[in-house]
């Protein structure tokens, strides 16, 4: 765990691809839910929303969502912390970056728990005393 005043100095990193159909307001209720469960909080952030296609037709179709998040005891906005979602007709993947540790474990668990079955995913952290470090946390 890094000192918590070198915030961003060691980040813990998930990608997850889930299967299936997912509304919007389904996955940001979701969302909600995964952030309480990595003991992170909103603080009052609403997250960024971007529909595609975009008006000339580029970027395929679905949305982009992208929540940013701090550590539940600190309020303090962490610019390390967030969660994106990219969400496609067939499918959607989740990606969590955070200077808070998680076990990719229990997180890919929950994911499975909250939005269904998932295809792949992989975790790894970043810093300095660890350098592309990567654990397999299930899928294919």
Do not use: Y
């Not at 070198?6 to 691809?17: C, E, I, K, P, Q």
């Not at 909080?41 to 929540?67: N, S, Y």
């Not at 969660?83 to 993947?93: A, G, S, V």
């Amino acid at each position: 765990m890094p000192n918590r005043t070198d915030f961003g100095s060691l980040t813990w990193n998930l990608d997850a691809m889930v299967e299936g159909k997912r509304t919007l307001q389904e996955l940001l209720g979701g969302r909600v839910k995964l952030v309480n469960f990595l003991g992170m909080d909103m603080a009052g952030m609403a997250p960024d929303i971007r529909t595609f296609p975009l008006p000339d037709d580029r970027g395929g179709q679905g949305w982009t969502v992208m929540q940013p998040f701090v550590e539940t005891l600190v309020h303090q906005p962490l610019t390390t912390s967030f969660m994106i979602f990219d969400i496609w007709p067939e499918h959607f993947t989740i990606t969590i970056k955070s200077c808070m540790q998680f076990s990719a474990e229990a997180v890919c668990s929950e994911i499975s728990r909250i939005f269904g079955e998932i295809i792949d995913c992989h975790s790894w952290t970043l810093g300095r005393v660890v350098r592309g470090r990567r654990a397999f946390c299930g899928g294919g």
